[in-house]
Nanobody, 118 residues
Framework: VQLQASGGGLVQAGGSLRLSCAASGGRISRLAMTWFRQFPGKGREFVASFTDYADDVKGRFTISGDNTKNTVSLQMDSLKPEDTAVYYC??????????????????WGQGTQVTVSS
């Protein structure tokens, strides 16, 4: 499975961004599609899946999928400076549906930078 992420950028605090992840070589309906992010000097951390959200993004971020386009999106609202990170989409087998661990996902997008200014 190959993943192509897009949609990052610079936004002011309180603003919104929408990230997209286009999948090829596999159907998103048969994969565990998940978003992670990575802060400078840190490991990748879980952000959102179709079954769960990280506590600090609940109510602000929304994950969705378009089976026709084979694309997963992450709508990010009420952005905060502490959301600044590189965001990655990831795909795993259905056994990874409830996982928050990066090692459970076999395919990764290239990462897209999200910068939120105060």
């Amino acid at each position: 499975v190959q993943l192509q992420a897009s949609g990052g950028g610079l936004v002011q605090a309180g603003g919104s961004l929408r990230l997209s992840c286009a999948a090829s070589g596999g159907r998103i309906s048969r994969l565990a599609m998940t978003w992670f992010r990575q802060f400078p000097g840190k490991g990748r951390e879980f952000v959102a899946s179709f079954t769960d959200y990280a506590d600090d993004v609940k109510g602000r971020f929304t994950i969705s999928g378009d089976n026709t386009k084979n694309t997963v999106s992450l709508q990010m609202d009420s952005l905060k400076p502490e959301d600044t990170a590189v965001y990655y989409c990831a795909a795993g087998g259905l056994s990874s549906t409830y996982s928050r661990a990066p090692f459970d996902f076999h395919s990764w997008g290239q990462g897209t930078q999200v910068t939120v200014s105060s």
